[in-house]
């Protein structure tokens, strides 16, 4: 009798867990359709746990162009073809502005900075940082040629193979850092530079941490997964190490101001810190100021390296391709310093 009542409410206390656990989890009542939410791994059961180029345009096809994915603990909305994004961002742009700040993302950049940033402080920093990158010169002379300084310093490096195999990878990411610091700092560092390459490092380890086992683990269980060993913690110290970096050159800055006009981003940040120091609904503080420098390259150094390197790659694979765009860039160099063709040019 005893045994059969141990075993009733162990059953029942099991269908209650359950229960609470799929009410907890489920999608919101007025979010779109889509895969059958499963505790702790969401949604992703329905693409096999790894993404494909196939693999959003399936779900579209089963769930329309609109359409939940729940990643983990989240309901997420994917929005698929040109007409449904473009209606999304001109029609619904208010909705769709916040970022959701997930648990890890929360412990990443507690909600600072520019990326993963609402409200106010996503608002006015963006707005500073596009008038800011303009009076740097994106897009204009000074800003191509600071990159074409880098450019013939990572040929340089190339020649240094002299014809032999070599892999190019770690030699251009560094050198897309080195234009991000251009645009941060106002310099380049060397690339035997220890703390450079510390930096490097760093922004590729939390890079490559994303989407991973631990990542969804974390955002499924973060009291837990805090008081656990494992490679979040790395990916923490990571974040915590370009952090320093970034303190370490803003400290830079205050200890030589600039004397004129100011000459990079932190400079503008520090000048724009000053003028609104009596504002109160300010948010331009260090702390910002260290997470807007941490997004630049977590944001800008993987897209801009991966494209350079498929660039080579099809460079390399389409010869008759290459020969061509070689011709034009010395036409555009000739051009450039007022050369003019002649008939039989």
Known sequence: MM????????????CLLILYVLKQNRLPRFYPPGPIWIPVIGGLWKIGFKLTPNSYSKLAAKYGNVYSLPIGSHA?????????????????????SNRPL?????????????IFSNGDTWKQHRKFGIVT????????KNMERQVEEEARQLVEYFACAKGQLFDPSLLIRNSVVNVICGVTFGTRFSMDDSDFLRLVEAVSTVIRFGGSLFHLLYESFPRLMKHLPGPHNEILACAATIKSFARNQIDNHRAKPAMHEPQDFVDFYLLQMEKSKHDPGSTYDDNNLTQCITDFFLA?????????????????THPGIQGFLHKTVIMYIFYSD????????
Request: charged content about 15%; glycine content about 10%.
């Open 300 to 316: 800008g150094m993987d897209t801009t390296t991966t494209t350079l390197q498929w660039g080579l790659l099809l460079m390399a």
């Open 76 to 96: 997420s909305v994917i929005v698929s073809e040109f007409p449904a994004v473009k209606e999304f961002m001109i029609n619904h742009s208010e909705q769709i």
């Open 338 to 345: 007022g050369w003019t063709p002649s008939a039989d040019t």
């Open 133 to 140: 990158m303009r009076k740097l010169g994106i897009g204009k």
């Open 102 to 114: 997930t648990p890890f993302l929360a412990a990443l950049t507690d909600g600072k900075g520019i």
């Open 3 to 14: 045994l059969g009542l141990q075993a009733f409410l162990l059953a029942l206390l099991a």
